[in-house]
Nanobody
Framework: QVQLVESGGGLVQPGGSLRLSCAASGIIFSIYVMGWYRQAPGKERELVAE???????VYIDSVKGRFTISRDNAKNTVYLQMNSLKSEDTAVYYC????????WGKGTLVTVSS
């Protein structure tokens, strides 16, 4: 009964910011790597950022310096702070548990448009 619920998406102008949240339940949250992925229409889902159980982070080059992944183990929540948003960031953003487990949230849509 693993559940991941993303929130925080919406419409934002280029250069704007959004903070995504993913609330997890049904897992021992603190032991897992958590990741944010995104998928644009007609494109393959891609990893955006990961954070390990001890706080190490990895980002794809296109978001480095603009996005920050963080986690609050007490709240079983992982966040993605997105700044300086670009049109190419438009996608559905998904939360994922671990690297090999197939647990995903339903996604939250981020639209960057003027």
């Amino acid at each position: 009964q693993v559940q991941l619920v993303e929130s925080g998406g919406g419409l934002v102008q280029p250069g704007g910011s959004l903070r995504l949240s993913c609330a997890a339940s049904g897992i021992i949250f603190s032991i897992y790597v958590m990741g944010w992925y995104r998928q644009a229409p007609g494109k393959e889902r891609e990893l955006v950022a990961e954070i390990t159980n001890d706080g190490r982070t990895v980002y794809i080059d296109s978001v480095k310096g603009r996005f920050t992944i963080s986690r609050d183990n007490a709240k079983n929540t992982v966040y993605l702070q997105m700044n300086s948003l670009k049109s190419e960031d438009t996608a559905v953003y998904y939360c994922k548990v671990g690297r090999t487990l197939d647990y995903w949230g339903k996604g939250t849509l981020v639209t960057v448009s003027s």
